[in-house]
């Protein structure tokens, strides 16, 4: 290519497990001048001038030292380097059962690869969170608003648009779910609370009678015996003197005081 040049690492290209993968990654590094494929498997490639190119523009080789000592400084060359490690050991997860990218590194390529890499990912504003599974070092985001900015850092702008498609249905229903779990906890608070008054009302009816209580309370009563299903609002406003829901709290209250109270014996 006629411009210096440096040493670049090994690439596991054979133990790339998914085949597209394998070939999108002999087709990017293939073609570079000085590749070179080792017995063992490896892909040991130089690092020129136009490696990092993003769209027609080119920048210099970032410096004479080993790529994986983090010496990524430009931003085109840090999207080109996420990108290609994505390509070669990323994973993404189908987002409509769980959020979750990695990037999946074999120890034997040094920690300088995975360091790096997470350095670029920060460098972004991103999150990473690194762990080692068995011979790999893994790195690994979890945040969905983290991934959707991986993506649009690499550049995968149809992903990023399905990602979030499925995103916006996954918020919605569960916002609808949150809304009908709380609607049907407050109906079964609702039902409970009136079968509790609704027994205490004919306690009081069967052993004292309704003619036992005043007339704001045993029109109350009346009421909700006729009423089981509403609420004390709709029943307060039945009332000749419409009350709001305080004043029948109240009112329930003494009525389940003298129903307790003729319960336990006392007049």
Known sequence: ???????????????????????????????????????????????????????????ETESK??????????????????????IACGVLCDPSKTYHLEFLIPVKNGLGLSQTLTGALVSFGLHPKTLTRKS????????????????NIMEAHKSLMTLENVRIVKDMRNSVNRRVNFETANLGKTVSAAMEQINYIRLIFDRAGIGSLPAPLAETAALRLQFPE????????????????????HRMRKLIDIAKSLESGKE
């Open 230 to 249: 509403a609420t004390l609002i709709e029943i307060g406003s039945m009332l000749k003197r419409p009350i709001g829901k305080s004043g029948m709290n």
């Open 65 to 86: 030292r080993d790529l994986y000592g983090g010496y990524i400084h430009k931003q085109c060359c840090k999207r080109a380097f996420i990108r290609g490690c994505f």
């Open 1 to 59: 290519m006629g411009a210096s040049r440096e040493t670049g690492p090994d690439i596991e290209i054979s133990k790339i497990e998914k085949e597209w993968a394998r070939k999108r990654a002999e087709t990017l590094l293939g073609g570079l001048e000085g590749v070179l494929e080792t017995p063992d498997g490896f892909l040991r490639g130089t690092i020129g001038k136009n490696f990092f190119a993003d769209g027609n523009e080119t920048c």
């Open 136 to 151: 790999h070092a893994v790195i690994y985001i979890k945040e969905s608003e983290n991934i959707v900015d991986a993506l």
